[in-house]
């Protein structure tokens, strides 16, 4: 049985740059080295370890079925280096240093403004190597370590992370002006009974939530599918249907007054359609008190600015408004 000093981690450098680029040349490019030393520490691994980690030919590099296996446990083992070395530099000082943070798309454009004001004014030798990603990119880039945080949604899957909620998102119905609805102070989900509902393409997280939300609702999906909330709210001010937008990103999507955007009404017994935006991170992570930390000071600090407004229901005040505004344009039919 090969011990624990047959590998290096120089080698297991190697083996995963390999398995990144699917490419010899390209991963001594990456890893600063010539392409014949990283080939000879490659083939030193997969004769300690017997495996052949990869298959190659001329025109290309594949992974092997146990070479998948050893390149995760690769992979954890160098996060874990990285992890104990940054906790020895951050003795004196855990807000010290780069962390690689991950945000999803549906988060990053409306939060990510406050996030960075607040931590550089708190923790001015903080950096953050920001990452955006579709949640489950982000969930296996976390567990694989080459994540250390991320600020996303509290969804199926999320169960095995610790976490600190940042923010509670509820859902707005966005309506084009003039629309029926936009008549009502706020929208019940079975209002949107029969209407058409556009929604995110696959991968998005929010797009599983607000999907099961309208089919709860009897209403059915539109043939477009978005890749961003930006692409939705115009599809939806042109009359193309209805969508559910986060509160969070109501500022934003609608800043130039060309949506009616009402908060959904609560059901009985039931809380307000929300989603849970929190920080995120693997149980085994040295950084839990930093990232608690982190997580508190930017959920005081958005529900202190200004901006959080957008991110809570609107009043009737703002309601009323809309319908003065929705009441100049020509009606949309259901």
């Known amino acids: 049985m090969p011990a624990v000093q047959d590998l290096t981690i120089r080698q297991l450098q190697y083996i995963v740059a390999v398995a990144d680029t699917l490419g010899f040349h390209r991963a001594a490019e990456r890893c600063h080295v010539s392409q014949p030393t990283l080939s000879a520490q490659v083939q030193q691994v997969e004769e300690v370890l017997g495996l052949a980690l990869f298959e190659r030919d001329k025109r290309r590099v594949i992974v092997t079925p146990a070479g998948s296996d050893v390149i995760l446990r690769a992979r954890r083992v160098l996060a874990e280096l990285t992890d104990l070395l940054q906790a020895a530099a951050r003795v004196s000082d855990p807000f010290a240093g780069t962390f690689r943070f991950g945000i999803i798309p549906t988060v990053a ?38 994540l250390d945080a991320a600020l996303l949604a509290l969804v199926p899957g999320t169960e095995t992370l610790r976490s600190a909620v940042v923010a509670e998102d509820p859902f707005l119905v966005a309506l084009p002006l003039g629309h029926p609805l936009a008549a009502k102070p706020t929208v019940a989900l079975s209002d949107l009974d029969g209407l058409t509902v556009l929604l995110l393409d696959d991968g998005h997280c929010l797009r599983t939530e607000t999907l099961a939300l309208c089919s709860r609702a009897g209403a059915h999906e539109g043939g477009f599918r978005a890749t961003s909330l930006s692409t939705l ?28 955007l009402r908060p959904v009404a609560r059901a009985p017994g039931a809380p307000v359609p929300r989603r849970t935006i929190a920080l995120a991170w693997r149980p085994s992570s040295p950084y839990s008190a930093t990232f608690e930390a982190l997580a508190k000071s930017l959920r005081r600090d958005v529900d202190a600015s200004p901006q959080s407004s957008a991110r809570r229901p609107r009043n009737r005040t703002s309601s009323r408004h809309q319908d003065r505004t929705a009441s100049k344009s020509p009606a949309v039919r259901r």
């Open 233 to 260: 709210a115009q599809m939806v001010s042109s009359g193309a249907g209805v969508t559910l937008l986060p509160a969070m990103a109501a500022a934003v999507e609608n800043r130039r007054s060309q949506l009616a």
């Open 109 to 146: 454009p409306y939060l990510l403004p406050d996030v960075t004001e607040v931590w550089a004014r708190k923790y001015p030798s903080l950096r953050v190597a920001w990452r955006e990603e579709l949640t489950g990119s982000v969930l296996r880039q976390l567990d694989s370590g080459e």
